[in-house]
């Protein structure tokens, strides 16, 4: 090229709303727009008044087009003979769908909504000149998934990126690609030589970084000799003998210029010395094994209302995920503009961009296939590989969420892509077949959550989904992996397998239902990478305060709204304790889900949903960071890291509940991505109530990338030592401590002693109130809740207003929706059980044998001792343990059935705990509940 002119600043608008009324320029344009930008972030457009609670509402939304026109002047006044001797093209590096008129003379459209739109003005440019831009936001070729989705970036419309004509002599290059070999340290460049068949070619480089990202002015030229196939294309082999390898760790890029003597023309490349490939079961970068530790991205920016398209924020995001231990980043139904994959580069990412798609691939002669949808997306796949293939961190390619249809047909489009650029890795989509999973011959990674019926590789579901996970349905443990599945003893087939009969199911489909044909597949064990698809998801209570933090294009009316509806139930004051009692709940089923991929030797990488909340679809608050990517305040990045970095000791052990006097066998492992690890100590000691109560260490010896384990040991503790307590596994030399947090509880003894004589226990209302009417206490366990919730450990999956929408379209059970216990961590009997204020392990057994009383005739601010936390949508006030001032007696009420499990030491040590309480001086509420109000709920 010989320059480069950027059009920024303003240009006239015209606003052509659905169902639009111009197909040509029009001849007035009533406003203005800065550029580049959107009209949203603008506040153009008619301001929306209605509030949203499923997603963030957008202030300023649009739909239609609009009409942007601007005079512009060359930067160069250029003559006649210049502009034939010259090429010209006009690139829009990321908008919607476009189409370009130069002065009147209509040029063209490009509907690419991932690809920057590229127009070619040569014989049209003139040193001064009209430019006029139709961008369309709706009537897609597709429906574009996060790509337009108001659950995530909004549908805006705008230029958000630059706007740059290119002016270029006729001999040039084009479509320039690198293919780096970095075992032969070599990177081979094909591309289009416009003009001439043969030619010269001057080429220096540099290593570039975050902190020095231009070209070396000592960088020497070497020349190279360009020679065509006659139709213009070519491959040029270079040599780089000392150029730098890319990784995660060291991410060094290589900026190279390209120079043709002989006209003039100059372009710039930067890719990175990698080989990022597909080994086994596993990754490797550079020949050395890593697992991908991603998080899901679907283009959320409160502020911006679309991706931001500048470099330094990107940088700034990155940083913050690598400092949570992410280095993989798995775009869902979506591609970020180029400024995230140069920060990738930059920062050592691993990026994973999908196509804008979430549906079905039909076979070209099915009745209801859409080879238009297909095509396009197919030329959108081709046009994001070429747009940013040389990127180092494009690691990855997907061809959408959660697809169905021919296996053939998405067999065909994986062909398709590969041979037009063999770069990334390609996957045939993101949790494809969902229940009726398979692996393609031509994918070189998989990615779901099951490998058949029953067999799950990740810890939570949707109750629609079932069955559950086992994060949700037993006992908090450290013992579990994995690895039944992906090593069984008869192994599985590697590839699909599937019925010639197909069935109509129904699935989930976003956030709604669909239906589907679908063939029974066999199990299967695919024989490449398989990454574990949106663990997590466990919800937390939306933190009120971050409300006035929606300064910009999207506003948290949900929020607002769902505070107006904890206040209605009279609990607005409980709504600080509600988030942060559930966001620890989550963050421990974060540790367990985590550490189980990390015990996991042939889990080659998981993708978390998410690190960060996402604010659509029903509003799921399921991160440790909220949208901004800001933490919380749940737990602090370099705890986070100690089980989801790149080198995390490991600890296996079958409860977090110990029993005193009993001893605990611990097995030892290590999972490391850590180029090398040098021989060192791993010191493991258990805490109880702040002082150690036991020690022991264990050899490491020096290890290689992978899963290493250790071997046990065993704590022999004494019976008096009872209370909270921690198993921590500390590596100095690494600067790495990973702690679990253990109960210690007394074994079962007999209890027939426990019954102070003050106190009644009684099973009904109905039993109850002739004691309390003599000012009696009484210790209410009904045998039945009228009014309930039941119990459920675990935090609730992704958010309750979707999927019981979801599952009540679909005919199946409606999640319980609760978010984990809210306790009074001083009153007497939250002590007895060594409580936290939240839930922990001691709680599964009480909270799975329990029915939560729903209280919401209770007074503004009636707290029970136990409570258990309701969904925004509900906002149920529910109580396990509570108690009342009822008539002139004193009642004190426990819904947990503690005859179901009397040898579980923690129902003995609660039913103690409630005995106790119930016959000591302490034992005197002062809030009085009304008795038909209990009768009616209780039983």
Not at 697 to 726: V, W
Not at 780 to 786: A, E, M
Not at 924 to 932: A, K, R
């Amino acid at each position: 090229m010989y320059w480069t002119q950027e059009f920024h600043g303003e240009w006239d608008l015209l606003m052509d709303p659905v169902p639009c009324c111009h197909t040509v320029p029009p001849a007035e344009y009533s406003q203005t727009m800065k550029l580049p930008g959107t009209t949203a972030q603008q506040k153009l457009g008619e301001p929306n008044h209605a509030p949203m609670t499923g997603y963030l509402t957008e202030r300023y939304p649009f739909e239609g087009q609009i009409w942007l026109r601007k005079i512009i002047t060359l930067r160069s006044n250029l003559s006649a003979d210049d502009f034939a001797n010259m090429h010209f093209m006009l690139e829009l590096k990321r908008t919607r769908m476009s189409t370009l008129w130069i002065n009147g003379i209509r040029i063209g459209s490009c509907d690419s909504l991932c690809a920057p739109h590229r127009y070619d003005l040569t014989g049209f440019a003139e040193n001064t000149m009209e430019i006029v831009l139709c961008i369309k936001n709706f009537q897609y070729p597709t429906k574009g998934g996060h790509m337009t989705s108001p659950d995530t970036q909004t549908n805006w419309i705008g230029i958000p990126d630059a706007i740059t004509l290119t002016a270029s002599p006729l001999m040039h290059l084009e479509a320039l690609r690198t293919f780096p070999d970095a075992n032969k340290k070599t990177v081979t460049i094909t591309g289009i030589l416009k003009g001439a068949l043969e030619t010269a070619c001057q080429i220096r480089w540099s290593a570039v970084s975050a902190e020095h990202p231009g070209i070396s002015p000592n960088a020497s030229p070497c020349t190279f000799f360009i020679r065509t196939n006659g139709s213009g294309h070519f491959s040029l082999i270079v040599p780089l003998p000392e150029a730098p390898l890319w990784s995660e760790y060291t991410p060094i890029c290589i900026r190279m210029q390209l120079t043709l003597p002989e006209s003039g023309d100059t372009e710039t490349l930067c890719f990175g010395m990698r080989d990022f490939t597909a080994n086994g079961d596993h990754f490797e970068i550079n020949g050395t094994p890593i697992m991908l530790r991603g998080k899901h991205d679907g283009l959320v920016f409160p502020l911006e209302g679309a991706a931001p398209c500048n470099v330094e924020e990107w940088i700034r995001i990155f940083t913050i995920a690598k400092a949570w231990g992410i280095n993989h980043y798995r775009f869902h139904t979506c591609c970020p503009p180029e400024a995230c994959f140069e920060a990738a580069d930059f920062t050592g990412i691993y990026l994973e961009p999908e196509l804008p798609f979430w549906g079905t691939v039909h076979a070209l002669d099915h009745q209801e296939c859409n080879q238009e949808e297909q095509d396009y997306l197919i030329r959108e796949g081709l046009r994001i590989t070429a747009a940013y293939g040389n990127h180092p961190s494009f690691c990855m390619l997907s061809l959408g969420n959660e697809l169905w249809g021919s296996t053939e047909r998405l067999q065909e489009i994986l062909d398709i892509l590969r041979k037009a650029d063999p770069r990334p890795l390609y996957t045939q989509g993101s949790n494809n077949f969902q229940h009726m999973p398979l692996s393609l011959p031509n994918e070189d990674f998989w990615t779901g959550v099951r490998l058949g019926k029953g067999k799950l590789i990740r810890g939570s579901y949707a109750t629609c989904d079932a069955p559950i996970g086992r994060i949700q349905t037993e006992a908090p443990s450290a013992d579990w992996d994995y690895e039944e599945w992906l090593c069984p003893q008869s192994p599985a087939p590697a590839s699909y397998e599937t019925s010639a009969t197909q069935t109509e199911i129904e699935v989930q489909y976003g956030t709604g239902v669909k239906k589907v044909q679908a063939s029974e597949t066999q199990d299967f064990l695919p024989a490449i990478p398989v990454v574990t698809h949106e663990i997590g998801q466990y919800a937390v209570y939306p933190d009120f305060s971050e409300i006035e933090r929606y300064t910009g294009v999207l506003q948290a009316r949900n929020f607002e709204i769902f505070h107006e509806r904890l206040a209605a139930a009279g609990m607005e004051e409980q709504a600080e304790d509600f988030f942060r009692c559930s966001g620890a709940l989550a963050r421990e089923c974060y540790k367990m889900e985590i550490e189980a991929a990390m015990r996991s030797p042939h889990i080659a990488g998981f993708q978390l949903l998410d690190l960060q909340d996402f604010p659509g679809q029903g509003t799921a608050l399921v991160g440790m960071l909220n949208a901004f990517m800001e933490s919380k305040g749940l737990i602090a990045p370099e705890e986070w890291r100690s089980f989801c970095g790149d080198c995390v000791p490991l600890a296996r052990f079958q409860s977090y509940v110990w029993t005193a006097g009993e001893e605990q066998q611990i097995h030892l492992a290590l999972r490391t991505a850590r180029p090398y690890l040098k021989a060192q100590t791993m010191y493991c000691t258990v805490q109880c109530e702040g002082k150690a109560v036991a020690e022991a260490t264990t050899l490491i010896p020096a290890s290689a990338p992978g899963y290493h384990p250790l071997g046990g040991i065993g704590f022999g503790l004494r019976s008096n030592i009872i209370g909270k307590a921690e198993l921590i596994l500390s590596l100095p030399e690494e600067k790495i401590t990973n702690r679990y947090a253990i109960t210690i509880l007394p074994p079962v003894t007999p209890c027939a002693s426990m019954m102070p004589s003050a106190v009644v226990t009684v099973h009904t209302m109905a039993e109850a109130m002739p004691h309390l009417q003599q000012g009696k206490r009484v210790l209410l366990l009904p045998n039945l809740v009228q009014k309930h919730i039941k119990g459920f450990y675990c935090t609730d999956f992704w958010c309750y207003p979707m999927f019981r929408s979801i599952s009540e379209s679909m005919g199946k059970e409606v999640p319980v929706g609760t978010m984990g216990l809210c306790i009074q961590s001083e009153h007497p009997i939250a002590r007895a059980m060594f409580s936290e204020a939240y839930a922990t392990p001691q709680w599964f057994v009480p909270v799975s044998h329990a029915d939560c009383a729903i209280l919401d005739d209770a007074p503004a601010g009636y707290r029970p001792i136990v409570q258990m936390i309701d969904n925004f949508e509900r906002n149920h006030r529910l109580g396990l343990i509570f108690e009342a001032r009822v008539a002139q007696g004193s009642l004190l009420v426990c819904t947990v059935r503690t005859e179901e499990c009397p040898q579980d030491p923690s129902m003995h040590l609660l039913k103690k705990a409630l005995l106790d309480y119930a016959g000591s001086p302490a034992f005197d509420p002062q809030t009085e509940l009304c008795s038909t109000m209990l009768a009616e709920t209780l039983c």
